[in-house]
């Protein structure tokens, strides 16, 4: 077991300091922040002297080198653009990046699972064939397309919900919530419906595959000889067996979400981590944007190890000696 | 389906609306948004356009631009005089307070323009020239220069006043640089004498700011708003769309594909002016020989001939027209009609031409014409890229074959700056008015203290560099005007840069806001009614 966790944990060190090297890489490709801080009127001697004080002009694996160093205890220096810690603009951002993730991983659930049982068990009616079209549309649409047709029809046209931002928080400690006022359920619908549709597509398209996979079964067939219910056989056998891998998906998809919460953020000018790594970004604030990598690193690294943990726990093989590979 | 949930959605929705509606009786809020945040609240720190116009609003300055006739008008300070040809002295208005209700004095003035002066302070440009900074007595300061300085005025718009003892009692002292490891008071947090005070700044989010009913010019100015909202909305389609749903009033930076649709709209109002900003293309005259071009052993951009030529195939009429879609100023000149030293004669551009670009070619040696890099911006100036992309075109048709690299802005300014382009675009704006701004920045020969440091042709003409040498000491208006002048005529006569035009800028608002389109690009606060 320890060994088990001690390997992973080695691993998830290795997979961080990789993510790391080569986000530094990147960096010495997207531009020289100086020319921001300085402005057009800059001459060349304010130019090399704030290079030297930002340490920019210091060969690549001393600069690297030092970035690991902070970034090991959690330090990742002051944004160049906003001249405020990263790691306090992060603590602010997370929230509603989080919250986003969380309401659109609600809406996936909730309206793909019913969605996919009823196209598993009424298979080549109207409405399964309409919601397994539209499940296409939804893989292949952009988000960001998906984002501004939300905003021109319901926003725009419409006049129901607003267009961007936040709306009104409440401050928990240093957590900020707008899911306690209805502003800002109001303001997350549109955003966190982009941001749900695609996982929502996937999650329906799942579980209509498993569904149909485990009607087929001999368990199910002595179920229906036992003469059981249609809604026990559907709901309680088939449903309940179905769910096991839907889990798993939709928590490592929570990762997904998180990472991939960038363009939905920038469309709806949503105050989280994602728009804060764009502005950065187009700005060349390199603290942030290696800060930002970091963490999404670290919450892929984090989820997976609590899945491989997990499936330790569920699946008595991995316990008998050698663990093999799945 | 429409489900009960929705149909409660818009109850609420309505019934918020109204609620908004009486309140608005009373409070006028203005909202308005542009694609980035201010960089910081402290106004010594980053020299930014949208970060000073914001400033303004919360801070005064001595003197100030006129909004129409962008003449300096008194602002803090009253009354001004030349006590020597390097000393001034200037007379405060009585009774300023700040919005802490402690009043302004000779004290703050002196500290804070020392503060612009501080090592850490990103406002040298408008510092330039200072010796000292003296107090006379409690409503009176001398500004002591090492030499005569014909644009102190145009420096002081920028130069604004914060309140010593607040400043001390948050160590916020001195402004914040690249250096500093940590924030300051000053960088979050502002208490000025201005028109309005801060009231909440999330970065990146909202920055709301209300009237200060005790600022000392209500009386003359007509604005009823009583709070400003500004929301930055990065995603242009989102801004846009944010206008035309009603949750803003304002857009400072309305995208191009956009405006169309926002000109038809019956509730709104798009107002278009031309933004003190000039948009060229500069060439390496400094090599002798330029990297990727076939011409070997030397240097044709060297000619006059050929940056005549080059000047002479573009097609302005049609970058207006098509590229432009009518939104720019075609200009010969290197500034905008509302710098001083501009006149119709510096505007006047060498006529479109490929006859003539063709003989000039001919006789500069390159009848067939050459290759040579061509380097553009591809997110800082309007259509960069498509400018660009048109007088690649042009110049084909006369033979010259430039191969086009567009680049984003954080990587394109360090690039040109090393000097590795061979043309490239450059846009220019002015935020002294003031002629020698450009010339000394883009027409000096490189040296020291801002001479040439956008000069990245390296453009070097003796008699230039004496004009310009010239206008920075000349306190004689009318000479120095003449200078000015024939400074930017010596850049049209040795065709220095090829100008293009001067952008125009829209600005999209509801039908019931009414302000005043600066040529800064900026608003001024106390003229915006919400009618």
Partial sequence: MLAFILQRLIQAMVVMVTVAFIAFLLFQYVGDPVVFLLGQDATQEQIDQLRADLGLNQPFFVQFGHFLANAVQGEFGLSLRQGAKVSRLIAERFPATLELALVAAGLALLAGIPMGVYAALRRGTFMSQLFMTLSLLGVSLPTFLIGILLILVFAVTLGWFPSFGRGEVVQLGWWTSSLLTLKGWHHIILPAVTLAIFQLTLIMRLVRAEMLEVLRTDYIKFARARGLSNRAIHFGHALKNTLVPVMTITGLQLGGLIAFAIITETVFQWPGMGLLFIQAVTFADIPVMAAYLCLIALIFVVINLVVDLLYFAVDPRLRMGKAGGH | ?531
């Fill in chain 2, 1 to 531: 389906m429409p489900s009960p949930l929705f149909q409660r959605c818009a109850l609420t929705l309505v019934s918020a609306a109204c609620l908004l509606l009486s309140a608005q009786a009373q409070a006028k809020p203005f909202k308005w948004s542009s694609a980035s945040d201010i960089p910081t609240l402290d106004i010594h720190s980053q020299n930014n356009a949208l970060g000073n116009g914001v400033h303004a609003a919360i801070y005064d300055s001595l003197v100030y631009y006129n909004s129409k006739t962008f003449k300096v008008e008194p602002r803090l300070a009253t009354a001004w005089k030349e006590v020597s040809p390097t000393q001034y002295r200037f007379t405060l208005r009585a009774d300023v307070k700040f919005s802490d209700g402690s009043a302004l004095t000779a004290d703050d003035v002196v500290f804070s323009l020392e503060r612009a002066r501080a090592k850490t302070s990103n406002f040298h440009v408008y510092t330039q020239g200072f010796s000292r900074i003296a107090k006379v007595d409690a409503r009176t300061v001398d500004i002591i220069l090492s030499g005569p300085n014909p644009v102190l005025l145009n420096q002081l718009t920028e130069l604004r006043i914060m309140s010593k003892a607040w400043a001390e009692k948050n160590k916020s002292t001195e402004p914040k640089d690249g250096k500093t490891k940590d924030e300051t008071y000053a960088h979050r947090n502002a208490m000025g004498s201005g028109p309005f005070m801060v009231k909440e700044w999330q970065p990146d989010q909202k920055l709301v700011m209300v009237k200060n009913p005790n600022w000392w010019g209500w009386k003359d100015a007509p604005s009823n708003v009583t709070e400003i909202v500004y929301t930055p909305i990065k995603n242009e389609a989102t801004r846009a769309a944010a206008l035309l749903s009603g949750e803003i009033d304002f857009v400072l930076d309305p995208s191009p594909q956009d405006l169309g649709r926002m000109r038809n709209n019956a509730n709104l109002k798009v107002i278009d002016g031309v933004e003190n900003r000039t948009i060229f293309l500069g060439m390496d005259q400094f090599r002798d020989e330029l990297p990727g071009s076939n011409v070997k052993g030397k240097n044709p951009l060297k000619d006059v001939k050929v940056r005549k030529a080059l000047y002479q195939a573009i097609d302005i009429d049609t970058i207006h027209k098509v590229t432009m879609r009518g939104l720019s100023q075609p200009t010969g000149a290197l500034v905008s009609p509302q710098v001083a030293g501009w006149t119709e004669g510096v505007h006047k551009r060498f006529p479109y031409s490929q006859d003539d670009a063709r003989k000039l070619l001919a006789e500069a040696g390159y009848p067939q014409g050459f290759e040579v890099d061509f380097a553009c911006p591809n997110n800082r100036y309007i259509n960069d890229e498509e400018i660009c992309q048109a007088v690649t075109a042009m110049w084909a048709k006369v033979g010259v074959k430039a191969k086009l690299r567009t680049l984003p802005l954080v990587t394109y300014f360090p690039m040109i700056q090393r000097y590795e382009a061979s043309i490239y675009m450059l846009g220019w704006g002015v935020p002294t008015f003031d002629a020698l701004y450009s010339l000394q920045s883009l027409t000096r020969s490189v040296g020291t203290g801002g001479d040439g440091n956008y000069n990245v042709g390296r453009y070097s003409n003796q008699r230039m560099d004496y004009v310009v040498d010239r206008i920075k000491t000349e306190t004689d208006l009318p000479v120095r005007n003449r200078l000015l002048t024939e400074g930017l005529q010596l850049q049209n006569d040795t065709v220095a840069h090829i100008p293009l035009h001067n952008q125009v800028i829209p600005w999209a608002m509801k039908k019931n806001i009414d302000l005043v389109h600066r040529a800064d690009n900026r608003l001024d606060w106390v003229l915006i009614k919400v009618n």
